[in-house]
């Protein structure tokens, strides 16, 4: 981002985040050490009992201070705990399971050692990437993402030649269990990434008979946004005496999402939309709308004022999807307009603002769509449209509990106007709708 791009974003979308604290130095080293002092700072990472492999790709990598939910992660992972996670995507959850599994795998073992299911095709691509990005300094280890829309032999034949870490999505596992081509009576460790996701979409009976096939002995890994009562159920059947990890983000870094609301007639959306745009939307911009079709007719209507717009939808085929998203990441894209299934797992850093065409079915949808900003340490604007009709018939449509430390959103009654405006802050958003 350039430096005028990051000038205006701080005055009209973003909120700055204070930069966390780093952990102070040893004061009292002992003195012979002095004769090392063009030595470079010891890594954060370095207290969890990492391998010296793993510590040179990391820092290869830039990382040099683990993230709050590793923090904590890591110790108990190491030490082979089972573990429940409550944390938001963008917060370093990936790196939290993927270091302490790939320190505990053995070499030798042709079968899966690790299993981690995911919810969507996209976010099982990004995991096992992850994984592999990790694992640059173990050449010999073999990660495998398996997931529906792709070549079931070509997965079948990686499986045969032994893989140690399996990443995919519940149906696809479930696929290969019952066929026989995934062996899992050598695995160690099991994670549910987005339990809460695989929750909504309908996939917690498929998970619990994956989990049901499994060794008796084997660590299980749980990490939600939320916690409805349907996961702690799982959590407590199927995991034994769990470490729990919550993390709230502080006060000054809640405020990563500035989260506003706009009533707008229906009629009146498409137009409301296109001044939103040109208020703010010089970055990534995801749109997400109900219907499939929406999301057509909304992406037609912004090509026709000059856009360059991407459609992700159920309609859209697996190897077309993997190029959406990579033109989205380069940059080649500015706005995807998505419905949610397709567009859950998406982590493309770029994007500075979401828009919620239309209303989200409960908060829990509204804390992963608005998720897919505001990632790693950035900035990031979540915009919501409510009609008058359910605005007036609701009072507000729903509370959402998006990432664990923000405050709610300031939902005043009001006509085709912005709430959850601060006084002192107007920009380009407030100004479209004045």
Known sequence: MTEQQQQRDDSACAVDLSASELPESNTNAEVFTTTITSAEPESGFAGFGFSEALLRTLADKGYSEPSPIQKAAFPELMLGRDLVGQAQTGTGKTAAFALPLLERLESGQKTPQALVLAPTRELAMQVAESFKAYSAGHPHLKVLAVYGGTDFRSQISALRRGVDVVVGTPGRVMDHMRQGTLDTSGLRSLVLDEADEMLRMGFIDDVEWILDQLPEQRQVVLFSATMPPEIRRLSKRYLKDPAEVTIRTKDQEGKRIRQRSITVPMPHKLEALQRVLDACGGEGVIIFARTKAITLTVAETLEAGGHQVAVLNGDVPQNQRERTVERLRSGSVDILVATDVAARGLDVERIGLVINYDMPFDSEAYVHR???????????????????????STGTPFHPQPRAGHGPT?????????????????????????
């Open 370 to 392: 608005i998720g897919r900003t505001g990632r790693a340490g950035r900035t990031g604007e979540a915009v919501l449209f409510v009609t008058p009709r359910v605005r007036d």
């Open 410 to 434: 300031d939902r005043s009654d009001g006509g085709a106007r912005q709430h959850g405006h601060q006084p002192g802050t107007a920009g380009p958003l407030a100004q479209a709708f004045e």
